[in-house]
């Protein structure tokens, strides 16, 4: 990947490159995992808590590794990004290290928290309304009339790559705790940190990846069944408010498609539920839409007896109404 | 130290003997921070989790370090301890690991959390009344009944110098992010892990080490301005659980009447908030006891304008009703 506005799908090569460039910039998030917790599942669970990333998410890795990148010409110009909130926080986070102005076009019903946040981490936002309009098209306007570089939230090779380092981090750790994962399962809203992971997980350990998803927007596990990218209805709604791309990203299922072993998909009260278990068992604070690999294997969607399991809870940044609810489940 | 029931002060080269034995054991938290929050603050406010270490919290390294070192021909006869919830749980976990038995004798009142937890890693849970039974009585009666190995809360040197490992993780750890602390806060409840941690800080960093504790239980600040031990009436309540040691202990105070800087005290309130900002700023879950040196900074009880603050969050057992509350504040 020589430039920065490349769409060639990136390989393992690329997800080693930007462990190099996050080194010292991304928190290695830690694994953790409750004997009890496995006692009663009957398998070996280990959470990847990237909750505890800054930022609050994954998206940063991937964001920072776009950034960083940015020649010193191009800088003042800025980035644009348009994201539910995670990524938001990530560019805008990322940005600011870097000394660029970000631009953040996100939907007026995210979680005020995310929204908030992206503020006070220095970001410039712009609302705008999930269900009539496009924030595809709102970003490339804007970067037509700034100049400024669009940070896609999935589809681009250096986001990919960098959200990768999740996988690497895995190999890593699963080797030094001296076990071999059966199998890794991944949160999947455009597929960004699934196939970055999906890439280092087959350069390293070669175990199985599955899709985890909201019920409603199920569009991976649907287009790894059909070969072909699927989309949900317009009138599909979730609680999981990371996860509601409504269709897996063209570059990422170039390679999800290739790699993945299938998908499952939890209700939002699975996803709920499983917020709960993270909170009194793994003490760690996870976001509905981060929390559906955990609760994907918390409600039994796939074979765990007597495995041993990689979840990614991929955010945590979820409003206090949410994890009042979650706690009353 | 070379009788295991040596009841001289540890010195710093235990704590460093301590790391030694838990390695590949205890699991290596990693020390979190949020921008957002430090801006607010007006300083850099690091956070060391041991709400994530086994058990959900820094008492596994304590008791792990004592049991693990246990003769094979003294293991038949098992350990016990008397505990309000998280040392329980270390012991518990501990023995299990290393094929001991445990008791461990509980308050009645103590969080059901902690209770169920103790009992499913394998403890066998006596309950007694917290205020008008003697623990350390029932324990030493059992003891001589069993002649199983009493293992201390925090009295005892290898407890100690395994909760120490704490503070040489702070220390590696600031060391890699490039960062000198100003200095460390610490919970106190007997004293056993701000002992431990003060002599690893005194042997690394050097920075002051200041002890937190609920307002009603603030027997060592009033300890450490006296320069005698000094002991709660008898009707001081508060809702940390995992703080209510009535005295300081006799050899952690006689490290900690020499190491500390001083002591911080913090209502319950203050507690609570704290967990709320743990919770939704750092995604952590943390019991109120636990949060005591994280609400010592957030309510401004010392002032850490322009400083680097490490701050120890000891635990994350905590029920689901108090969560919900802390949420609610």
Not at 143 to 164: C, H, N, R, S
Not at 208 to 214: F, I, K
Request: net charge negative; charged share 20%; glycine share 10%.
């Amino acid at each position: 990947m020589n430039s920065l506005n490349s769409s060639e799908p990136p390989v393992f090569a690329d997800v080693e490159d930007a462990a190099r460039q996050l080194d010292g910039w991304a928190r290695l998030t830690p694994i953790l995992e409750n004997s009890v917790l496995n006692e009663t599942l009957g398998c070996r669970l280990l959470v990847k808590p990237e909750c505890l990333q800054r930022t609050g998410s994954f998206k940063f890795r991937g964001a920072f590794n776009k950034i960083s990148r940015i020649p010193e010409a191009d800088k003042p110009a800025g980035v644009v990004a348009y994201s539910s909130g995670n990524h938001a926080q990530g560019v805008a986070h990322a940005a600011a290290l870097m000394g660029l102005k970000a631009t953040i076009i996100m939907p007026e019903d995210a979680p005020k928290a995310k929204i908030d946040n992206t503020r006070a981490l220095g970001g410039n936002v712009v609302l705008y309304d999930r269900y009539t309009q496009n924030r595809e098209e709102i970003g490339l306007k804007l970067q037509a009339e700034t100049g400024a570089m669009l940070v896609k939230p999935y589809d681009d090779p250096f986001v990919i790559a960098g959200q990768g380092t999740v996988g690497l981090e895995i190999a890593m750790q699963t080797e030094a705790l001296g076990v071999m994962p059966d199998m890794v399962i991944v949160p999947a809203g455009g597929g960004g940190l699934i196939s970055g992971t999906a890439l280092a997980i087959d350069g390293t350990l070669g175990c199985p990846v599955y899709a985890a998803e909201p019920a409603a927007f199920d569009d991976h596990k649907r287009s790894l069944e059909s070969g072909a990218r699927q989309t949900v209805p317009d009138d599909a709604r979730s609680i999981c408010d990371s996860l509601l791309a409504p269709t897996p990203g063209e570059i990422t299922f170039s390679i999800n498609g290739r790699l993945l072993a299938g998908g499952l998909s939890v209700s939002d009260d699975e996803a709920l539920s499983a917020m709960k278990t993270a909170m009194t068992s793994l003490k760690i604070v996870v976001e509905p839409g981060g929390a559906v690999a955990l609760a994907s294997v918390l409600s039994g969607k796939i074979d765990v007896a007597g495995k041993t399991v990689v979840v990614v809870c991929s955010g945590g940044n979820a409003d206090v109404e949410m994890l009042a609810r979650a706690l009353s489940m």
